[in-house]
């Protein structure tokens, strides 16, 4: 689903929008009422007419009335088509309709947080899949909200993955990555898809207690994987022990960062974790091309 963004564009956009329909109900100071101030305008004009000089100065008047109600109108118009291109700008992260073999993608699985509070809060949804756009990975992103189930929302993920497979896109080019809870989802997209070639980056998403019924059965893992957490974390930890249980087809690297943010060190796109994913993710653009 696409999401609102609520940013500088929103407000800009509102507040010329707000002004143009201002200038649309006050037109040149006169306040429009509809018919009855239409036949009010022609009544007086009548009345003019007995007046010689007195009617030249008001026809005016009202032609220019007329003149700032159709620039207004146009104002609004382009106002509006501004703000939808800027909309179609900042939402762009569905699974395209059009499938480019060429490009990597990137799937984006944000936390618990998001789900509950929303993309605006002290996580910062919107600037960390922006964040992977504007290093050139398509990303494929959504924001989740209700009684979201790890196992059965991975069976979206995993029929969208199968899409691009089924297009011709290499495993290679495909990443799926996601912290704390989208990270358990991601454990879970690994073992439904079996693919050894499929990259994973799991963002803080093992270990977690209160997760440990949603995690799926660790032996069916297959995939290339990145485990990246903070030393300071309380909540999640290494998935050290999540990889060894995997039989076949995996490989591995875990990076633990020295951060005192604990669990919210991926609440927003900072460089001390960015930069070793996206080295990971450039290796595996240069192995897969």
Known sequence: MSEVVIN???????????????????????????????????YTSFRDASMGEEMKMKRPIRVNNINTFLK????????????????????????PSTIDRSVHYLFFLHNYYVEKHGPNGDCKYHDIVKSFADKGFRVISEVRSGKIVPSEYAKKIVRQVKRLLG???????????????????????????????????????????PLAPAYPDFTQLKGDFLSIYASSDLIASSCHKVFSKAIIGISNKEVTLKSDKGHKLFFQPEDIWIEPVMIWLNQRKNDGN
């Not at 500088?8 to 009855?36: M, N, P, Q």
């Not at 207004?72 to 699974?95: D, K, P, R």
């Not at 896109?169 to 704390?180: K, L, N």
């Open 8 to 42: 500088r564009y929103t407000i800009g956009f509102v507040v010329c929008l707000a002004e143009s329909f201002v200038k649309l109900y006050y037109i040149g100071g006169y306040k429009l009422r509809g018919k009855r101030a239409n036949r009010k305008i022609m």
């Open 72 to 95: 207004s109108m146009i104002l609004g118009f382009l106002v509006l088509s501004f703000a939808s291109n800027l909309y179609a700008e900042q939402v762009s992260y569905e699974m």
């Open 167 to 209: 297009a011709g896109v290499s495993p290679e080019r495909i990443t799926i990555a996601g912290h704390s809870k989208g990270g358990v989802i991601t454990l879970c997209v690994a073992s439904q898809l079996g693919n050894p070639k499929i990259g994973y980056i799991v963002m803080a998403g093992c270990e977690i207690k």
